[in-house]
């Protein structure tokens, strides 16, 4: 019994969002490793709502697709994969074993990551106090600037404008920490 062939019709069908952009390449990796052509590609979205997802950071970023009739394969293939990656001395083994590291320089690399993680979620809310003092500065508008303040209406409208950054960036600095 033969596989069946591709058409060049055939449809891409999606069968896993990726959290992230590295997720999405490992498991693009892994069904292409085993024989599956797969490739990682954000679905086309209205208009209106790509740039919200954008604005609120949307983590399910890429979908995986493959070609339908390699469908229920490559599904199968990410769960198995996906239920051996919760464990986590495993996962450290299996990639000692792959890339010839030893365990210390993966845990030593693994804090690094974290010490990486750590100091731009330290950035960014540095700059939710940043734009939030220049928000405040734009609104009391203090004499030491000696500088005539902008119309009331331009003045209040950066105001608000800076206000909102700082949620939106206070807003991904709080997801980063969970």
Excluded: Y
């Excluded at 997802?53 to 293939?77: I, P, Y």
């Excluded at 996906?82 to 890339?99: F, I, N, P, R």
């Amino acid at each position: 019994m033969t596989a069946p062939q591709p058409f060049d019709s055939e449809k891409l069908v999606e069968i896993h969002r990726a959290h992230d952009e590295w997720e999405g390449s490992i498991l693009t990796g892994l069904l292409q490793e085993n024989g599956i052509a797969a490739t990682l590609r954000t679905p086309p979205a209205l208009p209106p709502f790509d740039s919200i997802e954008q604005l609120t950071g949307n983590k399910r970023l890429g979908g995986v697709f493959v070609l339908e009739h390699e469908a229920d394969r490559a599904k199968q293939l990410i769960e198995d994969f996906l239920a051996a990656a919760t464990d986590e001395s495993m996962l450290v083994d299996q990639a000692a074993q792959k890339l010839r590291v030893d365990k210390d320089t993966i845990h030593r690399l693994r804090g690094e990551l974290a010490e990486e993680r750590r100091t731009f979620e330290f950035l960014g809310w540095l700059v939710v106090v940043f734009l939030g003092a220049a928000a405040l500065l734009w609104a009391i508008w203090p004499e030491w600037l000696k500088t005539a303040p902008p119309a009331g209406g331009i003045r209040w409208l950066m105001a608000i404008v800076m206000a909102i950054c700082a949620v939106f960036v206070g807003s991904w600095a709080g997801r980063k920490i969970r």
